[in-house]
């Protein structure tokens, strides 16, 4: 009953053994589907309830890091007797349904700490250009797992943040508005004014401009991170430098 | 006249309607009027959003798939990807393509290739 293969691991479906699960052995490389589990063991009551059930030998789901939900052809399919085929969901048998089902991540997709850390440094970019591609990065529109309701972004770090760039007469005439609240309190200030008081402020507008309005959006930005000369807090995080791809964004001097 | 009481109708239908509206939040599953008026929106959300439905996961599988041929390659994009789809007479929908991508990558640059290498 039990099909011998030398990768499978056997287990007793009962919700003891749940624990031990993917979950715990999630991979350290990011990338799409990896993370999702077909077989959620222990979900399904059915295997608590019978346990003079025989264990059937499965494969402990995409188990390892890059090994995506493949497309018909799991590789250890679970071989469950004909028998007992009626007490097992589809998705059980045959692995989740992705063709007719979309893709959305669960929370082992999206844990903070397996992020990746992006890192910029501002000196002589055009501003515009920059918060674009940050805003990308940071709101994961550059992934294919990109989830419009779910955080899949990244984090990125901004470094000189005093010394971006804008062109044309910006840097005199571009105007940075607020107001306190109260009648007649609109504060208007230039850039370069407002690059003297609070430099961080600048890019941090401009990638705020660019995120979604939201919830989601206000949790996105806190994933910026901007700094005024070249130190930053977050070497641990190992930070790797973001891919621009616009020829236009440095300043050609 | 002889006195009518009105019965149990109007109990019977509510019920219905509290019965449809059971999981609703706090006071939209517990008083009557609230509960109708609640079962009203949702029906009314819920026949609106099928429309919808189909439009949003369109969106998602195209921004995914433009995502993924943006990624290492420069000059592509969506658009120019579904162009050569439609040159090449490929039967792949963006539902189907925006799987492949997320779940066989390789699979997804093969068919990427092939589309591009025989304009």
Not at chain 1, 86 to 99: A, L
Not at chain 1, 137 to 160: E, W
């Amino acid at each position: 009953m039990a099909a011998a293969k030398p990768t499978v691991s056997s287990f007793f479906l009962t919700l003891a053994s749940s624990s031990n699960d993917p979950s715990s052995s999630s991979p350290t490389t990011v990338t799409a589907l990896p993370r999702s589990r077909f077989l959620s063991a222990g979900s399904s009551p059915k295997f608590s309830i019978a346990h003079s059930k025989p264990s059937f030998v499965t494969s402990s789901s995409p188990p390892r890091h890059k090994l995506p939900v493949r497309c018909q052809q799991q590789q250890n399919p679970p071989s469950i007797p004909p028998e007992q085929r009626w007490m097992f969901e589809e998705s059980e048998i045959n692995g989740p349904d992705i063709w007719n089902k979309t893709w959305y991540p669960k929370a082992a997709d999206h844990i903070s700490t397996e992020k990746t850390w992006y890192i910029v440094d501002a000196t002589d970019k055009i501003l515009g250009r920059m918060a674009s591609t940050i805003a990308m990065h940071v709101r994961g529109k550059n992934l294919a797992t990109y989830t419009p309701s779910v955080d899949m972004g990244a984090y990125v770090i901004v470094i000189n943040a005093e010394k971006v760039a804008v062109s044309g007469k910006k840097r005199t005439q571009k105007l940075y508005r607020r107001h306190s609240g109260r009648p007649g309190g609109l504060k208007v200030e230039t850039f370069d004014q407002l690059q003297q008081r609070i430099p961080e402020r600048i890019v941090e507008h401009a990638v705020r401009g660019m995120l979604p309005k939201g919830r989601l959006g206000r949790a996105l930005f806190t994933h910026l991170k901007v700094y005024e000369g070249p130190e930053h807090p977050h070497e641990a995080q190992k930070p790797v430098p973001l891919p621009i791809r616009d020829k236009r964004m440095q300043v050609q001097k | 006249m002889t006195r009518v009481k009105r019965g149990y109708t109007a109990r019977r239908r509510r019920k219905k309607i509290r019965l449809f509206a059971s999981t609703f939040i706090g006071a939209h599953s517990r008083l009557t009027r609230t509960t109708t008026q609640q079962r009203m929106r949702a029906l009314v959300s819920s026949h609106r959003d099928r429309s919808r439905k189909k439009r949003d996961f369109r969106r998602l599988w195209i921004t995914r798939i433009n995502a993924v041929t943006r990624e290492e390659r420069v000059f592509h994009s969506y658009s120019k990807l579904i162009h050569n789809l439609y040159k090449r007479q490929l039967l792949l929908n963006r539902k189907i393509l925006a799987q492949i991508a997320l779940s066989n990558k390789n699979c997804f640059d093969m068919i990427f290739n092939k589309i591009i290498n025989q304009k």
